[in-house]
């Protein structure tokens, strides 16, 4: 089983605001393994079987090996509407929102 992220002992997710994607990729580029582009040409993360999760706001679990890819894709991303997250709480810790 893949170890999902966690800073300071806590879990994150992802997830994205599709409203203000610009269909670019590069989160795809940075992270294949968590985000896509879809048909419709905007970005969604994916769930445990490799699907889209393609509700608004769905969210996808961080997995470790991967927290630099997230974060940079997050950071990188020209729509600034990458948003990662501790699951215990949802504050934003990493992202637009982000303190
Ligand atoms: S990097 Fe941001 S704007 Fe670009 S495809 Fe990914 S989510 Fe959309």
Same mark, same amino acid.
């Given at each position: 089983?893949?170890?999902?992220?966690?800073?300071?002992?806590?879990?994150?997710?992802?997830?994205?605001d599709?409203d203000?994607? $610009?269909?670019?990729g590069?989160? @795809?580029?940075?992270? =294949?393994?968590?985000?896509?582009?879809?048909?419709d040409?905007?970005?969604? %993360?994916?769930?445990?079987?490799?699907?889209?999760?393609?509700?608004?706001?769905?969210?996808a679990p961080v997995?470790?090996?991967l927290? $630099?890819?997230?974060?940079?894709? @997050?950071?990188?991303? =020209?729509?600034e509407?990458?948003h990662?997250?501790?699951?215990?709480d949802? %504050?934003?810790?990493?992202?637009?929102?982000?303190?």
């Amino acid at each position: 089983m893949q170890q999902d992220a966690v800073v300071g002992g806590e879990a994150l997710e992802v997830w994205i605001d599709q409203d203000l994607c $610009t269909g670019d990729g590069i989160c @795809a580029q940075y992270a =294949p393994e968590v985000f896509e582009l879809d048909i419709d040409g905007l970005a969604y %993360v994916k769930g445990a079987g490799e699907e889209l999760l393609q509700a608004p706001g769905a969210s996808a679990p961080v997995p470790l090996p991967l927290l $630099t890819d997230v974060v940079d894709s @997050a950071r990188e991303c =020209p729509g600034e509407c990458i948003h990662v997250r501790r699951v215990s709480d949802s %504050v934003e810790v990493y992202g637009p929102d982000a303190e």
